[in-house]
């Protein structure tokens, strides 16, 4: 047996490196001085308890049964003295149970005895397949041997073979119910795979064996959080918390969770205790947001600036403390400060989405309009429609907000412009077809002529989404306004190609030709717009066209200017 003893010590001295695999570096004191705070709860003030946990990973790890020595685990004490009383064989230390069985039936357990060691030094090399091969050969001698169905039920485990390994940890608690890793494991496997009510069942077991591993207490609170059961998770943390006093992840967690339910003091508390535990830089940001939310829910404002101030200077301008300073002044109605910290971050990194949107708030609240309209066309030129799309309701609002109401005063073609701008990159086509129609109607020829290419663009960008026919009807009303009737009737006769079954165009096309005084081809136009139409047309409508018709030559012989009534 001086190989099985050789190992028993090997484990015994590697026993802390180890226990960071078994459970993925949970509760020892120092696993936890070292552990990188997370950032899963940043947010809590916004949406809840985020389902992930600092500091848990998978629930064990091979070779991990040897942390405790390998008798030790298998009598399910957590003391390394059971190993170390280890001398002959692994089964002198399992018990008297195991001692009387030993006295009637030597030979049989010399047998399981020897592959029960030759898969404890399988796993010792990490050889697996070796390792449950020579577990299999146990318990077909012996199919009562805790510790093959613990050490296979670990290899499992660690394989992924989730169903198996919990049905070697449950074989060993029929066998054993007073062994606690048993528990533990199993428990670590549900909660893994989401079976938290199970998990927490299996917890709840291990705790009332043995109530001084912080471990399960965290872990179990981690089950808690999934269900969002939230107070029995933070019980779980100050209990924690009251066997390691600095034990960072659950400081952590206890101070989100006092935060979600609006415990700011005691919040505060937590997250100050946090910045003299880690010294971790990377995470004095994240410590440093929790702290300024919680002073911002107990509204101590001017004790939020201080924290702020010093951790921008600290920090060399840090992006995430101008947003969170600027944020303090829009509560605090200082708006122009607000505008300095948003103006600043747009500086150092121009491509700042959230800063330029959080700028037209501010602007807003002071009603300067006019440096909304300009920050909007910037917005637009600057960023495409994916990264606008989640802003999409909000910029377009503000923008038809801000038109309306300026419109109310005065109409102001540069506004619909900047409406045109916006709705073309928000993809809302119908919305800058319906304000083109509305510029034609409501401003004068010179007063759009200046801005005629920058129309066009518009309407050609209206082309482009597949809306042809429409971009092809607001070119013609838009020469029309402009009296470029060579240029509308081109584009009529484009449509009429496209669509001939459209009589508005033969309508316009007619109005053309009235204006020009050609009355055979205004007729002949309305005659090819009934032909063409008859299909789309109701019998009253086909009857007041060849109305038209006689109104035309009516007005031929009248000189009557009827014609610039519109049918349809």
């Known amino acids: 047996m001086e190989e099985l003893e050789l190992a028993i010590e090997l484990g015994l001295e590697v026993s802390k490196e180890l226990s960071k695999k078994i459970l993925g570096e949970t509760l020892s004191s120092e696993d936890y001085h070292n552990n990188k705070l997370g950032g899963s709860l940043a947010g809590l003030a916004t949406g809840g308890v985020v389902a992930s946990l600092v500091g848990i990973t998978a629930p064990l790890s091979l070779p991990a049964i040897l942390v405790a020595g390998a008798t030790g685990v298998a009598l399910g004490s957590k003391a390394e003295s059971n190993a170390k009383k280890a001398t002959n064989s692994l089964v002198e230390q399992v018990g008297d149970f195991f001692n009387n069985v030993l006295d009637e039936v030597a030979d049989f357990f010399d047998d399981y005895e020897e592959h029960l060691s030759e898969g404890i030094l399988s796993l010792k090399e990490e050889d697996y397949q070796e390792a449950i091969i020579s577990f299999n050969r146990a318990l077909e001698l012996n199919p009562e041997c805790l510790e093959a169905y613990f050490y296979r039920g670990c290899i499992y485990s660690d394989c992924e073979y989730y169903t198996e390994a919990i049905g070697d940890f449950s074989k060993v608690i029929n066998l054993s119910p007073q062994m606690v890793e048993a528990y533990d494991y199993r428990g670590h496997i549900y909660a893994l795979q989401k079976q938290y009510n199970r998990a927490i069942n299996d917890y709840n077991k291990s705790i009332s064996l043995d109530d001084s591993d ?11 959080l999934q269900l969002k059961s939230y107070q029995l998770a933070q019980q779980d943390f100050n209990t924690v918390i009251n066997l390691i006093p600095d034990c960072i992840p659950a400081i952590y967690w206890r101070g989100c969770i006092s935060l979600e339910f609006k415990k700011y003091q005691e919040a505060f508390n937590d997250f100050e205790l946090l910045s003299t535990l880690d010294n971790n830089d990377e995470n004095e940001e994240e410590i440093f947001i929790l702290k300024i939310q919680a002073l911002t829910g107990l509204k101590k404002y001017d004790q939020a600036l201080v924290y702020c101030n010093n951790f921008i200077q600290k920090t060399n301008d840090n992006v995430e403390g101008y947003f969170i300073r600027a944020s303090l002044y829009m509560e605090l109605e200082k708006y122009e400060l607000a505008i300095n910290d948003y103006s600043q971050i747009i500086k150092n990194n121009g491509k700042n989405l959230e800063a330029y949107l959080l700028l037209n708030r501010c602007f807003l609240a002071k009603q300067e309009f006019i440096n909304i309209i300009d920050n909007l066309n910037i917005i637009v030129n600057l960023f495409n ?30 506004l619909f412009l900047v409406k045109f701008s916006v709705g073309l990159t928000l993809k809302k086509d119908e ?3 319906d304000n083109i129609y509305r510029l034609i109607d409501i401003f004068s020829s010179d007063q ?23 971009s092809c009807f607001m070119k013609v009303t838009l020469n029309m306004k402009l009296n470029k009737y060579d240029v509308a009737m081109k584009d009529c006769f484009e449509i009429i190609n496209k669509q001939p079954d459209n009589i508005n165009v033969y309508l316009i096309l007619m109005e053309i030709y009235m204006i020009h005084q050609q009355y055979d081809d205004a007729i002949k136009i309305v005659k090819q717009g009934i032909k063409q139409c008859q299909g789309n047309l109701q019998v009253h409508e086909i009857n007041e066209l060849k109305q038209l018709i006689k109104d035309i030559k009516k007005e031929e012989n009248q000189n009557v200017p009827w014609w610039k009534k519109r049918v349809f």
Do not use: M
């Not at 759009?448 to 429409?470: F, P, W």
């Open 214 to 224: 912080p471990d399960i207490y965290f872990r179990r609170a981690y089950c808690y």
């Open 448 to 470: 759009i002529k200046k801005y005629e290419l920058r129309i066009l663009d518009y309407i050609s960008s209206i082309g482009k989404h597949n809306n042809q026919i429409e």
């Open 385 to 414: 429609y994916s990264e606008l799309e989640e802003y999409e309701e909000e910029i377009f609002n503000l923008t038809e907000y801000i038109t309306e109401t300026l419109n109310e005063i005065k109409p102001d073609i540069n």
């Open 431 to 433: 919305y800058v077809v």
